[in-house]
Nanobody, 122 residues
Framework: QVHLVESGGGSVQAGGSLRLSCVAS????????MGWFRQAPGKEREGVAR????????YYADSVKGRFTVSQDKAKNTVYLQMNSLKPEDTAMYYC???????????????WGQGTQVTVSS
């Protein structure tokens, strides 16, 4: 059983930065694909970034490429999402998730965190 806890959300002005953290327990992330998703009010949840922790390969949604960076610290069993040049449209609840494969956004089903709110003001 994988337990995920996100932190690091908050309120920031457009152009600012935040770093989200996702601490995993119950299983080592070194065998997992770890993903970040977000959901804004009235919108569907969307994949933002994912990292295949065994090899370090990363994948990003087009909307965040060049601004967001996903990384891992295996010693801390933690995944990060560094968010730079934030825009008001990045406002959403951000969730961390785990999956056994990393091919698509749709492999994430069983393991999710509780979410952390990110609010970007103009």
């Amino acid at each position: 059983q994988v337990h995920l806890v996100e932190s690091g959300g908050g309120s920031v002005q457009a152009g600012g930065s935040l770093r989200l953290s996702c601490v995993a327990s119950g299983y080592t992330i070194s065998r997992l694909c770890m993903g970040w998703f977000r959901q804004a009010p009235g919108k569907e949840r969307e994949g933002v970034a994912r990292i295949y922790t065994p090899g370090g390969a990363t994948y990003y949604a087009d909307s965040v490429k060049g601004r967001f960076t996903v990384s891992q610290d295996k010693a801390k069993n933690t995944v990060y999402l560094q968010m730079n040049s934030l825009k008001p449209e990045d406002t959403a609840m951000y969730y961390c998730a785990a999956a056994s494969t990393c091919g698509t956004w749709y492999g994430f089903g069983d393991y999710w965190g509780q979410g952390t709110q990110v609010t970007v003001s103009s």
